[in-house]
Each structure stands twice: as C-alpha cells, then as structure tokens.
C-alpha cells in the first residue's frame, strides 16, 4: 500500500485529535454566526450564546436541524438562500439530486472543493491507489458533487481520471486505455463484467485493480459475490453534497470519518438523543473549517437521514486513528413490519447468499403488501435460467438470511402474520426495467 496522503493528521493521536477537533468547532460555529444568515437568528431564537460553543460535548447540546430546514429556507419558500454564506467568493452551485423532496442548494467556495477533494484522496490513498493508477469513473458529471471531486482528488495524488460518468461505456476503453480501477456502484459493476465477458475479456484478467463502490448501500454478500467475479478487492465510499466523504482502507474494518473535516455523530431520533459506541443511530454531521478558511455553505447538527453505527475510535490497523463506522443505510430505505425494521440491504443479503448466485443475476426487487393483520413481503429475482433454477434451495436461503437477526419478524412469519413470497423471472423480467431512472428495489404498497 502506498502510505497515506495526509499523515501527520491521518495518523493524529487520539487526543490531540479531539483538541483539534474542539477548535475547529469554536471556530466553525463563530463562523456561522458571523456569516451565515440562517444561523446568526437560529442561535437567536434558540437563546444560543456563540461563545459557550467550545467543544463536542456542547455541539451536541444544539439543535439538530434536517434537510426540510434548509428547503424552508430557500427559493421557492423564501426571497433568499439563507444557509449562504455572506462574503464568500462561490466557484460554483450545485444542488442534491431531490430524490426526497425539492433539491437543497449548495454554495462551494475553492476552499470547499479543497476540502473536499482531500477528504477523497485520503480515501484513494488508503485502498492503495496513488500516481500512475487510471481510474474511470462512472458517476455523474453535474450538479452533484461526487465525480468532480474524485477528479480533483486524483490531481492531488498524481491518478489519471478517465470521467465516462456512466458505466455503460464501451468495453473498448478497458481495453485502449487499461484503467486500473473503476468508480460504480456493484450492480453497474456486475453488468459490466457481463457485457466485457460477451466481448471476450474476462474481468479477472483485465488491467482493473480494485473496485470503488459508492452512491448505495449494499450487503457484504453481495461484495464478496463481486469480488469473486472481479478477482480484485472491493472498497467502498460514502459521500454526499453535503460533505461527509468517509472512505474505507484497504483493511475493510469500517469506513474512516475525517474528523479534523466533518465533524459526524449518531442520533437516535426516537429517544431524542445521542447514542453511544455500537448503538445504530442517523448520521448527525457538521462541517468543520480550519482556521482562516471559507465556506459557502455550513451545517451545524444536520440529520443526514443515513443510519449508521460507530465501529471504534481505536487506532485502525491501517495505522490511522480517526473514527470508522459502519457501511450507512438510507432511511428512506427501511420498512416497518410487526414493529421490526429492515433495510433495502436485508432483502439484498437474501438474494447474494452464495448458492442462490449459481443461478440468479443478483439484480432483484422487493414488494410490501397488505395491513395491521397480515403483511406479505414479494421479492421477485431474476434468473440466467428460469426453467432450469432451483426455486425452493433459493428461497429457503432467503428466509433463514432475512430472518436470521429479526426475532420479531421471526414470530410473526411462524404465527402467519408476515408472509414472503417469491417471483423468478428471466433476464430484464422485473418491473423497474420499465422505469426510468435508479431502480427502486424495496416498494411498500401498504
């Protein structure tokens, strides 16, 4: 592996970390108060006195505010765009992708992108990438930020980008330009490995390295079934407009936070408090800013809606000291059922159990039906083979996978107050091939 990017902060001991951390708090929440119009009233209207602001500990005694917040507080709703900050020489614009609501805009200054772009090469570096490595990446090119800043981290680290933004290139760039790794996500890698195996290259002896996933969660079943078809490792990144950027090392124990940059903590809305270590909690984030920098947007206690759980904030084998959690999971992606929760991932731990990919594709969708009486779970998967798949080995794997860790949906299934039933289909079978856009895989039609 080729060391790190940033060590001397990378490497940081526990305790001078924290104290750095307290002081770009103090400075960051003086910011906000001194330049951010949004924030110079709410520390007003909540009594805030800016000047107790000091720590971690009293970060966590503010407010929590959420993307709604930062919707109200923009046009159409209002004249301005309240969370920009004042003074601010902005580089560019950009919004999230409005897939929970209208999009929420975001002002960057070149400080911003600075930030940003070390957060991914930190990142790049600890899956072993460096110069000479060529990288495609396949996600967008607009008014999200992830792909410009992987470019601009590869400039920092001497990598050579090959920006496709989709991974329906033609195969012929694997092989004129022999990239060494590639940005996706794993069903767009699974496809991709299919159409260059159709084209006569077989994925585990091209020039591809390693594997960066990212823009989804995703089970570890269906990672190992990747890096089984790839025969190179696959590490994965979470990252957001908002500025989060965590990435896994090549140990692969947990995702890395760069604490000295974003500031992350977990919440547990229903309690209305912080959580502790291992407890599963949403992603509570603030952006922090070194002395003397700008911003054009900052977020002080903002809900993410991403669930996660803090792994340790014990020294990495990696060598690296700042905090790793666990892979995050979309809220907008959990169901209810018997008055158990269960993520998008769980169907997707269910489908990639080893033996059923001898003859499933991996792609998948997953429908709820019914009420407070009875609820059927309908995962429809897709087959190489319909005729000739074996249908009950698959779905008996399934329903141990799935309700491995839940006792209460466990209960219901044996008392038939939650169902599953199973639909095989062959290749572009399910529903979401008609739709336009990122599939949809877990529905609730309740």
């Given at each position: 592996m080729k060391g790190y990017f940033n060590e001397k902060i990378?490497?940081?001991?526990?305790?001078?970390?924290?104290?750095?951390?307290?002081?770009?708090?103090?400075?960051?929440?003086?910011?906000?108060?001194?330049?951010?119009?949004?924030?110079?009233?709410?520390?007003?209207?909540?009594?805030?006195?800016?000047?107790?602001?000091?720590?971690?500990?009293?970060?966590?005694e503010l407010p929590i505010i959420t993307g709604q917040t930062i919707r109200e507080k923009q046009p159409p709703e209002t004249d301005k765009f309240e969370f920009k900050c004042k003074g601010s020489e902005i580089f560019t614009i950009h919004e999230t992708s409005g897939t929970s609501g209208t999009p929420k805009a975001f002002f960057l200054t070149w400080d911003d992108w600075n930030r940003y772009a070390e957060k991914y090469?930190?990142?790049?570096?600890?899956?072993?990438?460096?110069?000479?490595?060529?990288?495609?990446?396949?996600?967008?090119?607009?008014?999200?930020?992830?792909?410009?800043?992987?470019?601009?981290?590869?400039?920092?680290?001497?990598?050579?980008?090959?920006?496709?933004?989709?991974?329906?290139?033609?195969?012929?760039?694997?092989?004129?330009?022999e990239?060494?790794?590639?940005?996706?996500?794993?069903?767009?890698?699974?496809?991709?490995?299919?159409?260059?195996?159709?084209?006569?290259?077989?994925?585990?002896?091209?020039?591809?390295?390693?594997?960066?996933?990212?823009?989804?969660s995703f089970a570890e079943e269906s990672r190992q079934y990747l890096e089984e078809i790839w025969e190179v490792p696959v590490y994965n990144t979470y990252g957001s407009t908002e500025g989060t950027m965590c990435g896994e090392c090549h140990k692969k124990v947990g995702l890395h936070v760069p604490e000295d940059l974003v500031h992350l903590d977990v919440y547990n809305p229903q309690l209305k408090d912080f959580v502790d270590e291992g407890e599963c909690g949403r992603i509570?984030?603030?952006?922090?800013?070194?002395?003397?920098?700008?911003?054009?947007?900052?977020?002080?206690?903002?809900?993410?809606?991403?669930?996660?759980?803090?792994?340790?904030?014990?020294?990495?084998?990696?060598?690296?000291?700042?905090?790793?959690?666990?892979?995050?999971?979309?809220?907008?992606?959990?169901?209810?059922?018997?008055?158990?929760?269960?993520?998008?991932?769980?169907?997707?731990?269910?489908?990639?159990?080893?033996?059923?990919?001898?003859?499933?594709?991996?792609?998948?969708?997953?429908?709820?039906?019914?009420?407070?009486?009875?609820?059927?779970?309908?995962?429809?998967?897709e087959c190489e083979d319909p005729e000739n798949c074996d249908k009950d080995m698959i779905e008996d794997n399934f329903i141990k996978s799935f309700l491995e860790f839940k006792p209460s949906l466990q209960q219901a299934h044996e008392d038939g107050s939650f169902n599953m039933s199973f639909n095989f289909t062959g290749p572009r079978g399910l529903e979401f091939y008609k739709v336009r856009g990122r599939p949809k895989r877990l529905v609730d039609r309740r």
């Open positions: 990378e490497t940081m001991p526990r305790d001078e970390l924290d104290a750095l951390v307290d002081a770009r708090i103090k400075y960051t929440v003086n910011y906000a108060f001194q330049n951010s119009p949004f924030y110079r009233k709410w520390f007003k209207e909540n009594n805030i006195n800016v000047s107790d602001i000091e720590s971690h500990e009293d970060l966590r090469a930190r990142s790049f570096t600890s899956q072993g990438f460096g110069e000479g490595d060529r990288v495609v990446v396949c996600a967008s090119y607009g008014m999200n930020v992830g792909a410009n800043t992987m470019t601009l981290a590869a400039q920092k680290i001497g990598m050579t980008i090959i920006p496709e933004g989709k991974c329906t290139f033609p195969v012929r760039i694997i092989r004129s330009y990239p060494t790794g590639i940005v996706g996500s794993i069903f767009k890698f699974l496809r991709l490995a299919k159409r260059m195996e159709a084209e006569g290259i077989k994925p585990q002896e091209s020039s591809i390295k390693r594997l960066i996933a990212g823009g989804e509570v984030l603030t952006t922090l800013i070194p002395e003397g920098e700008r911003t054009g947007t900052l977020l002080l206690n903002y809900d993410t809606e991403d669930t996660t759980v803090v792994v340790s904030r014990e020294k990495c084998p990696c060598g690296r000291t700042h905090m790793r959690i666990m892979n995050p999971q979309r809220e907008a992606e959990t169901a209810w059922i018997a008055g158990s929760p269960f993520n998008r991932v769980d169907v997707e731990r269910g489908v990639f159990q080893r033996d059923n990919m001898d003859y499933l594709t991996g792609e998948y969708e997953a429908f709820i039906y019914g009420d407070e009486m009875e609820t059927t779970l309908r995962v429809n998967m």
